[in-house]
């Protein structure tokens, strides 16, 4: 195959509508921006189409006379792994897109079609690696473990950075959430725009509009000048919005609409601009309970859900500690201008059997510490200062109130670990005042 052959090859679109106005407002619009494009009013001529010719991009209706785009989606996952799929929707049938996002297409268009989102669109197509893991990532931005939860997410992380559909990472805290957002970016085609990470849960109600917006200049007071807001800044990459079931419900309607829309409104602004933004998201909350709770709209859920990520927990992932371990001791030591210490037998098997509440962000704060005080060049298991509490045990407890102290315990050290020890945080995540806490902590002999 010669250079042109292959050239033509990345500038050519299947385009797959049974209206024939539509086929040639796509193949005008298409030929005005560089590229060529053949067209097809049924599945069976997409097929045939399909079989004969390659192509970089397939835009494809959800309505045809002998079938549904779906049908197509699937077809072209199922033979043309590389090629990314988009299809187009009526206005406002946002659950026609997500089931097409679900089964595999890589993005959608609503009618009518508006040629900045397409413009958009064909640009994210061409820019999508041919091999997701070609050239690798950097070193910071590896998920690493050879264990068997880790490969498999690994391989998840993958697949869906082909898409531009939305994806919800679960986990505990401290799993790597961020991590695997990064990642998702790093291998996708907006590997080149800007990732934007968002704390839902850190900025305060009243400026939320404004900070994910934007505003205009004079639209409230201190407003001395325009500013962009998070999508703005995240237009061309990727938003990651972290601790997303903090959001109040006024705010989940706004953040719904944005990503339907593509477009956002800055506030004091009469219109609306489009923005071209993938959405990740990410919480240690059950969305699922939270929307049976009434505390979640159902409709932004499904909306944010099309693709689930699951974290694995530290625990489940054992047999990586420690490797995890080495790379963590030698980055911290780095940094600080000492040699790497090693682990010995004994702090490994700690290492090991120790449950990890906190997961990879607790075993990053163990090693740490144990760095900072060490005196040596080996670590050894007294070195890691270890909680006994946390630790697990086959001994049953000795009474009842034991067993509730317990459970009262590692439910306190689990919060303090998520909030980072911030005290005042973690009585509000337990839902007690602080003094409770503070009384609960002294009983426990937690203050050390």
Known sequence: MNSTTIERRKRRVLVVDDEADIRELLDLTLVRMGFEADCAATLAEARALLKARRYRL????????????????????????????????????MENAVSALKAGAFDYLAKPVALDQLRALIKSALDLPQNAIEGGVAQDLALLGESRAIVEVRAMIERVARSQAPVHIGGESGSG?????????????????????V???????????????GY?????????????GFFQTANGGTLFLDEVADLPLLMQVKLLRA??????RKVGSPNEEPVDVRVISATHQQLKDMVDAGKFRQDLFYRLNVIEVSM????????????????????????????????????????????????VRELEN????????????????VDLHLSPVMAETAEAPSSLQDY??????????????????????????????????RYRMQRLNLNE
Do not use: W
């Open 199 to 213: 704390n839902c849960g850190a900025i305060p109600e009243n400026l939320m509009e404004s900070e994910f917006f």
């Open 177 to 197: 959430k961020e991590l695997a957002a990064r990642l998702i970016h790093q291998l996708s085609a907006r590997q080149n725009g800007s990732f934007v990470p």
């Open 216 to 228: 205009r200049k004079g639209a409230f007071t201190g407003a001395d000048g325009d500013r962009d």
């Open 366 to 381: 163990i090693l740490e510490r144990a760095i900072a005080l060490l005196q040596g060049d080996v670590i050894d298991a």
């Open 312 to 359: 694995p927990a530290l625990r489940d992932c054992r047999e990586d500690i420690g490797l995890l371990s080495t790379m963590i001791l030698e980055k911290l030591a780095l940094a600080s201008g000492l040699v790497t210490p090693k682990l010995s037998a004994s702090a490994l098997r700690a290492l090991t059997e120790y449950p990890f509440p906190g997961n």
């Open 58 to 93: 397939c835009l494809t209706d959800m309505r045809l006379p002998d079938g549904e785009g779906l049908d197509l989606v699937r077809y072209i996952g199922e033979t043309c792994t590389d090629l990314p799929v988009a299809v187009i929707t009526a206005h406002g049938s």
């Open 404 to 437: 509730l102290d317990g459970v009262e315990k590692k439910t306190i050290l689990e919060a303090l670990q998520k909030t980072r020890f911030n005290r005042t945080a973690a009585a509000k995540l337990l839902g007690v005042t602080f003094r409770s806490l």
């Open 259 to 264: 990503i339907q829309e593509k477009r956002v």
